[in-house]
């Protein structure tokens, strides 16, 4: 019964805008709206085995080879800028000057210094997904307890040890609400990044539809996307309960009292 | 001087007066150059604010013998979490020296655990209760056979062999401390501080967790420096209360508690002895709070 419950919370909405597009698509005029039947049509011939492989694979490829980059940048660089407060001084001023540059802006000069294969692309989604986890990182390791800290000293936890069972678990909360923003970033800029000298990819195909207006084919490229995106907030979820599983429990116990 | 009206046999003072580079002031008990397992000398501490300097500790001297239960007491703010982390290494003194078994203390020394009063800050929320009282002696480089039995052994003498698999947010306040002080007897020390540990445990409970440190004391032949703001609980637990003034923080006072060894929470507070000493305690912090001096009143006299 309560899963039931859970179950119909869960498609409740998507059904219903689903039978509401249905029914406002049905009698669309517009050459920019298409009917559920053309939509339905344009999604099972354009979304084939042969496409899944040339373009989505590569791009969904890219894709999660960014963010495991990202993760792994964001984590060490935040670890060592959050735990030492001349390299934090000596770094503040570059990186907010990094953060800003919007990614998409570097594509020409990554394409003429890294060339324009997979890595350039793969580079285009670090540069804007690192940073959340970057900075997220290093506030997680400043907000260390100190009495855990202390406690880990007297106790001569140091070096690879206090980093492995102190500062990455006690920055873990933090750390995943970086990775929770970065992999929107990183969907987002795997589009961008190939729409410059690309002749693959689900970023390429769907502006390619676009441009010769194949509209059911864009839109259906647009939900392929949205699907993808559904599929890694919810992989996120499961692993982030797995992980944070103590600080959950913390906290409910301490709403609790 | 302070007068007791009453006539009782008199408490012991241990502390005598001594020439300091902080005047001629009241010092603790001390031992012969070579005797003292801890030695604490003319320790000060003086915190660099924004706000300004803020002397915590100005002169503290005193040896801790080996195996000796010693209670340190003294007003809230008088400086004892200051000293306990000077004497753990976790803080500089600003002048002054802290010596374990004659090698000067630079760093958190090997032989020495700590007790917060913060236990629910002091144990790893991510880790289970086995976990925590393993993780030092994993750390270490300690087998794992003989790390699992000393594990065992500790969690067994504090009476929680029945949740190592629990995370230590599960459990009462009471029973997280009991999971710190395993975790200490686990680490084998030769010293064990405790700042104010059953500060925030609920009276029962407390009274069970006061036996509890007797009881592993005893057991483990270990030095301990209980530091208290309670009376009661600093002359009930200890053979020797070291009195502190308030801050800036000397010796007040070093006496000697000469109750039986075999404690019991209803007898030996209802004895007439303890009452004695407890009055005596007591007097002192109240001249402590008062800010009366030993070292001030001899000047003016
Ligand atoms: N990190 C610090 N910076 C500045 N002042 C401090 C710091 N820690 C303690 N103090 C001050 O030193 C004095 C003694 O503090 P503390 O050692 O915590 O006393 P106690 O443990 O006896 O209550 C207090 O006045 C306190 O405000
Ligand atoms: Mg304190």
């Known amino acids: ?257 | 001087m302070t007068t007791s009206p009453e006539e009782h046999t008199p408490v012991i003072n241990q502390g005598t007066m001594a020439d300091t580079p902080d005047g001629h002031i009241p010092v603790g008990h001390t031992l012969p150059e070579g005797e003292a397992l801890l030695s604490v000398r003319n320790l000060k501490k003086i915190y660099h604010t924004d706000g300004g300097d803020i002397e915590a500790v100005r002169n503290l001297t005193f040896d801790l013998p080996k195996g000796e239960l010693t209670c340190l007491v003294g007003p809230s703010g008088s400086g004892k979490t200051t000293l306990l982390k000077a004497i753990s290494g976790l803080l500089e003194p600003t002048a002054g020296e802290v010596k374990l078994a004659g090698n000067l203390v630079t760093g958190p020394p090997k032989n020495m655990a700590v007790v917060f009063q913060e236990y629910g800050r002091s144990l790893y929320p991510w880790m289970r209760v086995r976990e925590n009282v393993e993780l030092p002696l994993k750390v270490a480089g300690m087998d794992k056979a003989k790390r699992s039995q000393l594990v065992d052994d500790a969690l067994e003498a504090v009476g929680l062999d029945h949740v190592p698999r629990s995370y230590p947010w599960q459990l009462s306040g009471g029973m997280q401390q009991r999971v710190a002080i395993a975790r200490a007897v686990a680490y084998q020390p030769e010293v064990l501080l405790m700042d104010e540990p059953f500060a925030a445990v609920d009276a029962q409970t407390r009274a069970d967790l006061e036996d509890l440190v007797r009881r592993v004391w005893k057991q483990l032949g270990v030095t301990v420096l209980f530091v208290t703001h309670d009376i009661d609980e600093s002359v009930y637990l200890g053979s020797r209360v070291v009195i502190l003034s308030s801050s800036p923080t000397i010796v007040q006072q070093d006496i000697k508690i000469d109750l039986p060894d075999e404690r019991d929470q209803l007898e030996t507070r209802s004895s007439a002895r303890f009452a004695e000493l407890r009055h005596h305690v007591y007097e002192q912090i109240q001249l402590a709070k008062q800010g009366f001096r030993p070292d001030a009143a001899k000047a003016q006299v």
Request: no cysteine; glycine share 8%; aromatic share 12%.
């Open chain 1, 1 to 257: 019964m309560r899963y039931a419950k859970n179950f119909l919370y869960i498609v409740g909405l998507p059904a219903l805008l689903l039978i509401g597009w249905v029914l406002w698509s049905a009698q669309s005029t517009s050459f920019f709206v298409p009917t559920w039947e053309q939509m339905t049509n344009a999604f099972s011939t354009t979304w084939t085995w042969s496409r899944m492989t040339t373009d989505v694979f590569p791009s969904v490829g890219r894709l999660i080879a960014g963010i495991i980059v990202s993760i792994i940048l964001g984590i060490v660089v935040g670890l060592l800028v959050g735990s030492f407060r001349w390299l934090r001084q000596l770094m503040e001023p570059t990186m907010e000057f990094f953060r800003a540059v919007p990614p998409v802006v570097l594509i020409p000069v990554f394409m003429l210094l890294i060339g324009i294969g997979d890595d350039m692309k793969i580079a285009v989604i670090v540069l804007g997904a690192v940073w959340p986890i970057l900075l997220n990182t290093v506030e997680g390791v400043r907000s260390m307890d100190e009495v855990l800290s202390d406690t880990s000293h007297t106790y001569r936890i140091s070096g690879v040890a206090r980093i492995r069972y102190l500062i990455l678990p006690s920055a873990m909360p933090q750390i995943m609400a970086g990775i929770r923003q970065s992999l929107s970033i990183a969907l987002i800029l795997m589009v961008i990044s190939e729409m410059f000298a690309s002749s693959a990819g689900l970023g390429y195909t769907i502006i390619q539809f676009q441009r010769s207006f194949a509209i059911p084919e864009m839109w259906s490229g647009i939900v392929v996307l949205g699907l993808i995106g559904v599929i890694m907030s919810f992989i996120f979820q499961i692993v982030e309960r797995k992980v944070l599983a103590w600080y959950h429990g913390q906290r409910e116990m301490e709403n609790a009292g």
